[in-house]
């Protein structure tokens, strides 16, 4: 049985390999965006990867200066973003063009060779190795449990762009052999739980953050663009704030719309059979800070991944939130000083984590069936 499972890991990059990192990026991103603009002429949308390849390959190998598998995995990621599109119409669903402007670049092993303590990527001006910033080997995180484990291959890789900072997604699979359907069944039952915030919109158990920031950015500039036209109170500002409630409830949903794509490939690629949100009922009273819309937002996002879900056979689930925040992920012991705002630190076994992603772990652990299940 294959188990796979995905581990981000912080990359030492300093100021020149950073520059080069951000103009792959945005090669990669041009190309990609590139055979979106190209699948997308005309009443029939392209979602072939063989046609995209064959007809925009030599274009895009001529306009940029990316790897050849870079090209192609660029293509893989256009193709992907239109598919989910077209998939979206099937139910019924409005979708626009995608546009990708997510700083992230797709490696496989063409173009990335992976190492113990380092990575090679390719780049638009060649290969660079750096190193990764490595957790303590004593603390329980997804490095120590996948990468220092001999069963576990890497097999790809994102690079991610995160609050200045460069990651590497890791991507992993191993061989498990189990001796009866049973252990079978439950192997699959990986639970990946997700927990919901305001400076964190969503953290799932895999270590992958939607920051929060954007969201606000945007929330509040719309609410003084509504302040401004009502202070007006002519006809016309009054329907201005009608068309600023409508792009307001435009971007937030393709905000919505990208992280619940995101959460679902977290969970294919950690052949997850169950995602566990915290109980969204009374979430304003567990987060003073929420507003009105981060409360929407939450429902709207769970709701997103419940029926995006259905297409991929994996249960969504919501679960008591109960001292997930303050409960240790490692040993258990629940304390409210374990959390201080976003450090966790546990106060009997030393277990150090940031406080979203050590509560997503929680709330995976929180599914009924954790008996046979085990968080991803």
Known sequence: MEVRRTVPVKLDVDSDEAALLRETVDEFLWAANHVVDHAWQGDYKITSKAQLQEETYDNVREQTRLHANLVQNARNKAADAVQSAVARWKQGEYAGKPHLSKPTVVYDKRCATFYDECVSLATVDGRIEIEYVLPDDNRDTPHSRYLDNDDYQVTGAELHLRDGEWFLHLRTKAEMESDTPEQATAEHSTVLGVDLGVNQL???????????????????????????????????????????????????????????????????????????????????????????????????????????????????????????????????????????????????????????????????????????????
């Open 202 to 376: 969503a953290v799932t158990s895999t270590g992958t953050f939607w920051s929060g920031h954007e969201f606000d950015h945007w929330r509040h500039e719309y609410e003084k663009r509504r302040a401004s036209l009502q202070q007006c109170g002519s006809r016309y500002a009054h329907r201005n704030v009608q068309s600023v409630g409508r792009k307001e409830t435009g971007r937030f949903n393709m905000m919505l719309h990208r992280i619940a794509n995101g959460i679902i490939d977290e969970a294919a690629e950690n052949g997850v059979a169950v995602i566990a949100f915290e109980e969204l009922t009374g979430i304003r009273d567990r987060l003073p800070e929420a507003s009105w819309g981060h409360k929407w937002a939450f429902e709207r996002l769970y709701e997103y991944v419940e029926y995006k879900t259905e297409l991929h056979g994996i249960d969504v689930v919501q679960v008591d939130p109960e001292n997930t925040s303050r409960r240790c992920s490692h040993c258990g012991f629940t304390h409210p000083d374990n959390r201080d705002g976003e450090d966790f630190l546990c106060l009997k076994c030393g277990y150090e984590n940031h406080a979203d992603y050590n509560a997503a772990k929680n709330i995976g652990l929180r599914h009924p069936s954790l008996a046979k299940t085990r968080t991803a």
